[in-house]
């Protein structure tokens, strides 16, 4: 009986050990489970934040051009625009101001579809600028004598404006300041049909 008693404390302390080891054993299990789903967590952000980066720098305007003057004049043909045969001026300027043209031609599509519909048809603007001091005007738009003019006019303000001053350079840091949503624009639109646009023509499709 005395040493059944003595016993007694080896017991527990020997019981206490294994349920401290299988405390120890659950809580590595549990760590090294949260250690995972941190990494996988992190990889993940990782990713979607490289193809964020990616696809902002596949939509900044400023850059070499992207397509050619040659190519630039079949678009246009292809569209019947009342500048068709003008796509060397349009690339040229975009050289001049380290605008790629693809981008121009893109907001050209989407404003008056290369000139052939809205007030573009008398204002020969490639964007659709609203009328500043200096300019000739048409019902609260710049008007130009030329389309060569209303090219050069949009880059200037592109590269001056919204790249030089304000920082601009992506199309969707751009298109919420040059068309927004208070003048009754459709922003999340603009940007997906340039975007679309840009990469049609890169592709060497002529029809968006």
């Given at each position: 009986?005395?040493?059944?008693?003595?016993?007694?404390?080896g017991?527990?302390?020997?019981?206490?050990?294994?349920?401290?080891?299988?405390?120890?054993?659950?809580?590595?299990?549990?760590?090294?489970?949260?250690?995972?789903?941190?990494?996988?967590?992190?990889?993940?952000?990782?990713?979607?934040?490289?193809?964020?980066?990616?696809?902002?720098?596949?939509?900044?305007?400023?850059?070499?051009?992207?397509?050619?003057?040659?190519?630039?004049?079949?678009?246009?043909?292809?569209?019947?625009?009342?500048?068709a045969g003008?796509?060397?001026?349009?690339?040229?300027?975009?050289?001049?101001?380290g605008?790629?043209?693809?981008?121009?031609?893109?907001?050209?599509?989407?404003?008056?579809?290369?000139?052939t519909?809205?007030?573009?048809?008398?204002?020969?603007?490639?964007?659709?600028?609203?009328?500043?001091?200096?300019?000739?005007?048409?019902?609260?738009?710049?008007?130009?004598?030329?389309?060569?003019?209303?090219?050069?006019?949009?880059?200037?303000?592109?590269?001056?404006?919204?790249?030089?001053?304000?920082?601009?350079?992506?199309?969707?840091?751009?298109?919420?300041?040059?068309?927004?949503?208070?003048?009754?624009?459709?922003?999340?639109?603009?940007?997906?049909?340039?975007?679309?646009?840009?990469?049609?023509?890169?592709?060497?499709?002529?029809?968006?």
């Open positions: 009986m005395v040493r059944s008693r003595r016993s007694q404390p017991k527990r302390r020997s019981r206490f050990r294994k349920l401290r080891l299988q405390l120890q054993s659950r809580f590595t299990k549990l760590l090294l489970a949260i250690s995972a789903l941190f990494a996988v967590l992190l990889i993940a952000w990782l990713i979607k934040d490289y193809l964020r980066a990616e696809e902002a720098q596949r939509y900044t305007v400023v850059g070499e051009p992207s397509i050619s003057a040659e190519f630039i004049n079949q678009v246009l043909d292809k569209y019947h625009s009342p500048a003008k796509g060397q001026a349009l690339y040229d300027d975009g050289v001049k101001y605008i790629d043209p693809v981008f121009a031609l893109a907001f050209f599509m989407h404003e008056s579809r290369f000139g519909t809205g007030v573009a048809t008398v204002t020969r603007s490639l964007g659709n600028i609203r009328a500043t001091p200096g300019y000739a005007r048409y019902q609260g738009y710049r008007r130009y004598h030329r389309w060569e003019d209303g090219f050069e006019d949009w880059y200037r303000l592109i590269a001056k404006l919204y790249v030089a001053q304000w920082g601009l350079s992506t199309v969707d840091q751009i298109v919420p300041v040059y068309a927004p949503g208070s003048d009754n624009n459709d922003v999340e639109a603009y940007i997906a049909a340039v975007k679309q646009a840009v990469d049609t023509w890169r592709s060497g499709s002529l029809e968006v």
